[in-house]
């Protein structure tokens, strides 16, 4: 039996920037993981990096788009109609969460970790090698309905309130960005300082390589296995059971599996969403992500091709694949990219981890000692693990937090 001073379970983009963040401030950390490194919720993301989030998605509020979904007619959203009702309590939380006062204190409330979601992945990127699959280039959404561009007030005052940069354009001033979208929006808003990432898998491996340059070990195991023995947290991997004082569960929407077991009840849900990709015709491309905002979807260029991510579907994490979506979505995909043959042959099909208030749990386990969540990023891990590594890690060694952590504690939910 090995002992190090953390062990750090599931190596998602979330657990590698921990364990990165833990092995350069001198602990000995050990990354425990059943499959391979970021090839699951971290691997098939839209890759933007929301630094300029400001309202998390919320519960429609329109009557219309509600039927639509119920229905199942929009693109945006999917449901199995068996899920519903255990599914029922979280969407009631999450309907409150999205009163427009709940969504401004969310607002306010995440923003810390949001405002420095850029500027950690460049640090981690500057130090792994991997600052080529950095794109600042910003963010474009494109709006086709004049009344929801309108709607966009709120979120404009606060952008100017934190000091976010924004442009509204038209659809010219887009073009002039994106030359090959078809002009069949009027309106749309450039997030200036939004970045994305071309490879969201290749960046996840290459901080897990400087981890491990650092002297991190990562090992196959089974998370689930974790338990008390001799005042201590244990594991049992490939190569053995391995003890640490410290522990931190960054499992995504595997982390109810283990954390039942351990007693601790978080509401987590979870949005799944499908992504694919496609080959663009002639030469037709895109230099940044773009948000098809009425049509619910997002279209984004990766090296892969170009991929095309879907809303949320409220399903069981371990049912099968419906990617419907993809079929109500493609006649308005066509209609604003010509977006050519597909260059996969699978959906791909990844579940989003996500309290209803939208915020994550970074912190302590409640009541047992040494035990740290790292967990419920929602549609943001991508954009947040490497805020959340240093966050984390700040509060494991006994450093002075970035910000305060206390609006992401387990207990707002006891
Ligand atoms: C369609 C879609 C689009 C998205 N777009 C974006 C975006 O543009 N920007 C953004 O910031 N975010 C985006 N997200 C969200 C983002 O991908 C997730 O929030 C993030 O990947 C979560 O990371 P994680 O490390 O917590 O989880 P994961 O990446 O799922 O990592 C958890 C790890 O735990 C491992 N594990 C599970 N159980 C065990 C066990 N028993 N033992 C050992 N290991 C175990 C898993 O194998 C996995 O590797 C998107 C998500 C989806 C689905």
Redesign the pocket.
Known sequence: MARTDALV????????SIALHLAKRGLSVAL???????????????????GNTIFPPAFPSDPAALLRIALKRAGEANYHLSFLPQVAPWLLAFRAASQPERLAETARLIRPLFSR?VAEHELLMAESGATRYLRKTGWLKVYRNEKSFAALTREFDLADKFGLPLQALNTEQALGLEPSLNPVFPKAVFWTEAA?ISN?LAV?RAYAQRFTALGGVTVV????TLHRADGRWRVETNEGALDAGQCVV??????P??LDRLGVKLPLGI?????RHFRALGNAALSR?VLDADAGY?I?PMEQGIRI??GAEFASRDAKPTPVQFDRLMPKIHELFPVGERADDKT??????CFPDSRPVIGHAPSLPGLWL????????????PATGRLIAEMMTGAAPFCDPSPYRAERFS
């Open positions: 379970l599931g190596a998602g983009i979330v657990g590698v425990v993981e059943r499959a391979g490194l970021g090839e699951q919720t971290s691997y098939g993301n839209a890759g933007v990096i929301e979601a994305s969201p996840t195991g089974d998370a689930l960054a499992l995504g929407p595997w982390a599996d283990l949005k799944r969403g499908y992504h992500p997002l984004t991510t879907t791909w099909l990844g579940s989003r981890p790292a967990i419920g990023h929602a549609h943001w891990g991508l954009t947040l693990g």
